[in-house]
């Protein structure tokens, strides 16, 4: 069965870190780019950071730019969403998801994703 599964979500006070992991089981990373993404209670599930297949191109939303940092680890098929700073905000479940990239030069940036996890919740509070 092939699916990804995050880890690393919890309660943190504004200001602080987590790092969240995606991994996959039933096959690998190698080939897909890899994205986040959040939904916040109310709000529509929005597009966090993507990284391409290489691990060399990457997007942020403008929220998260400066505080979050997106990168894989090709030998443990994982990525990771450092996420630093945080805010009340950033308040959320966050998922990742995967997209086939067949041309290892062509970035396609998390627009059309395969496979979704089930989810990890960020709690942002003092």
């Known amino acids: 069965q092939l699916q990804l599964v995050e880890s690393g979500g919890g309660l943190v006070q504004p200001g602080g870190s987590l790092r969240l992991s995606c991994t996959a089981s039933?096959?690998?990373?190698?080939?897909?780019?890899i994205g986040w993404f959040r939904q916040a209670p109310g709000k529509e599930r929005e597009g966090v950071s993507c990284?391409?297949?290489?691990?060399?191109?990457?997007n942020y939303a403008d929220s998260v730019k400066g505080r979050f940092t997106i990168f894989r680890d090709i030998a443990k098929n994982t990525v990771y969403l450092q996420m630093n700073n945080l805010k009340p905000e950033d308040t959320a479940v966050y998922y990742c998801?995967?997209?086939?990239?067949?041309?290892?030069?062509?970035?396609?940036?998390?627009?059309?994703?395969?496979?979704w996890g089930q989810g990890t919740q960020v709690t942002v509070s003092s």
């Open positions: 998801a995967a997209e086939f990239e067949p041309n290892p030069l062509l970035f396609k940036k998390c627009v059309s994703l395969n496979y």
């Open positions: 990284v391409s297949r290489s691990g060399i191109s990457t």
């Open positions: 039933g096959f690998t990373l190698y080939s897909y780019a």
